[in-house]
């Protein structure tokens, strides 16, 4: 079974640019999360998708920070205008339902770098 | 106060050792207490998942929660050079999966 697909990898970008990340959850999976982890911190829940539809953005920065998962199936996570404190691993998960007893899986990340 | 407060380490120990992880929190309303490892540039895996007082085994690794004191704690028994890694406590409030994770412990086995 494939995994969390994620892109890029890496992404090195100046402040005030702007950024898109993509991911491809495991088929299947109608829930998809999408984490911000700052180095040396655990992972912090920006966004939660239910299909198509928000359950949880609370802490999503939405000034700069928007998301989108249009089908049901994969998603982008945009930053605009980027700022130094945006430098992190994004990191996407996703599971079979929402509930917290359901196993989340997560990608390998995309590393930012904003400089 | 953090809701959920673990010490980042690092821990490093001797092969075949016994290794303690620990975490703490505050809201006494969360039900799911997990574990995560996560190695170096790879996302978080699901170690241990349990939502209630006691210890629950799987192999080398026993997860203890105590509620009434809300600590959770993961053991590992016959530490190995693979376990190298940072392990991360989650713990949810229930109701939709909305985990807060603890900063994680780097531990690191040595042969």
């Known amino acids: 079974e494939a995994g969390v697909a994620q892109s890029p990898r890496y992404k090195i970008i100046e402040k005030r640019q702007s950024v898109a990340f993509w991911c491809n959850p495991i088929s299947g999976h109608a829930t998809l999360y999408w984490y911000q982890q700052i180095l040396g911190q655990g992972p912090k829940l920006l966004i939660q998708?239910?299909?198509?539809?928000?359950?949880?953005d609370s802490q999503l920065p939405k000034d700069r920070f928007s998301a989108e998962r249009l089908k049901g199936v994969d998603s982008t996570l945009k930053i605009q205008p980027a700022k130094l404190e945006d430098s992190a691993v994004y990191l996407c998960a996703s599971s079979l339902g929402p509930g917290a007893d359901t196993e989340a899986f997560f990608g390998q990340g995309t590393r930012l770098t904003v400089v | 106060q953090k809701e959920v407060e673990q010490d980042p380490g690092p821990l490093s120990v001797p092969e075949g050792a016994i290794v303690s992880l620990n975490c703490t929190y505050s809201n006494s309303a969360f039900q799911y207490f997990m574990w995560y490892r996560q190695y170096s540039r790879k996302g978080p895996e699901l170690l241990m998942y349990?939502?209630?007082?006691g210890n629950k085994e799987d192999g080398r690794f026993t997860a203890q929660v105590d509620k009434s004191s809300k600590y959770i704690s993961l053991f590992i028994r016959d530490s190995q050079p693979s376990d190298s890694a940072t392990y991360l406590c989650?713990?949810?409030?229930?109701?939709?999966?909305?985990?807060?994770f603890g900063a994680g412990t780097r531990l690191a086995v040595h042969p």
């Open positions: 349990t939502y209630s007082s």
């Open positions: 989650a713990i949810g409030p229930g109701g939709y999966n909305k985990l807060i």
């Open positions: 998708f239910q299909n198509n539809g928000v359950v949880d």
